[in-house]
């Protein structure tokens, strides 16, 4: 069963700062990897997809990386600013490429003015 | 391009009752997933259906259930509500197997 993880829980940065957030997935038959941030009560916005296929995407100050081999996925936001404030969650879908995506636990992120 | 609609946005019922909540995708998507998302379990994915067809299911027991129309929008029923079933119910729609688009979400809590 695919499990997928995200380090840190939660991250706390001032505003300005360049930050990293990490996603791990233990099965790397995967189809793609996306990124999504939540904010507080709503729905998920999609902020980046990466197929299997693919190493990286970017999108304004955000770049998403893909290793597959290794099970993990990056998404580095540059220069943070406040609005940035929500939980990002990463997702993998099957190598089948059923629209059944796997959650990770998400990171709390807060950019502080 | 309008976005995933869900309606109703908020609910209320009673254990034991029933709750159908429905989702409209963006023009043209064929995909509708539900997901659960609860503050212990997080994002679980609940069933997908293509052309109105069920084309994959989580692992949920069968009081959750749910259909596609001819148009595409879609319905997920829950029957004989339990407190645990307390939680944001989330839809998706996508073009195929490709990006998925959420929308806000219902919330449903159940006293």
């Known amino acids: 069963k695919q499990e997928v993880t995200q380090i840190p829980a939660a991250l706390s940065v001032p505003e300005g700062e360049n930050l990293v957030l990490n996603c791990s997935f233990t099965d790397s038959a995967i189809y793609n990897l996306q990124w999504f941030r939540q904010d507080p009560g709503k729905g998920l916005t999609s902020l980046l997809l990466?197929?299997?296929?693919?190493r990286e995407q970017t999108s304004g100050r955000l770049n998403a990386s893909l290793d597959k081999s290794s099970g993990r996925s990056t998404l580095y936001i540059a220069a943070s600013q406040p609005g940035d404030s929500a939980t990002y969650l990463c997702?993998?879908?099957?190598?089948?490429?059923?629209?059944?995506?796997?959650f990770g636990t998400g990171t709390r992120l807060t950019v502080i003015p | 391009k309008a976005g995933v609609t869900q309606t109703p946005r908020y609910l209320i019922k009673t254990r034991g009752q029933q709750v159908t909540l429905s989702c409209s995708p963006i023009s043209g998507h064929r995909s509708v997933s539900w997901y659960q998302q609860t503050p212990g379990q997080g994002l679980q994915f609940l069933f997908e259906?293509?052309?109105?067809?069920?084309?994959n299911k989580g692992n949920f027991p069968g009081r959750f259930s749910g259909r596609q129309f001819s148009n595409s929008r879609s319905e997920m029923n829950v029957s004989t509500l339990e407190l645990g079933d307390s939680a944001l119910y989330l839809c998706?729609?996508?073009?195929?197997?490709?990006?998925?688009?959420f929308g806000p979400g219902t919330r449903l809590t159940v006293t």
């Open positions: 990466i197929q299997s296929s693919q």
């Open positions: 998706a729609s996508s073009y195929d197997s490709y990006e998925q688009y």
């Open positions: 259906y293509f052309s109105e067809t069920q084309r």
């Open positions: 997702a993998v879908s099957r190598q089948t490429g059923a629209n059944n995506l796997f």
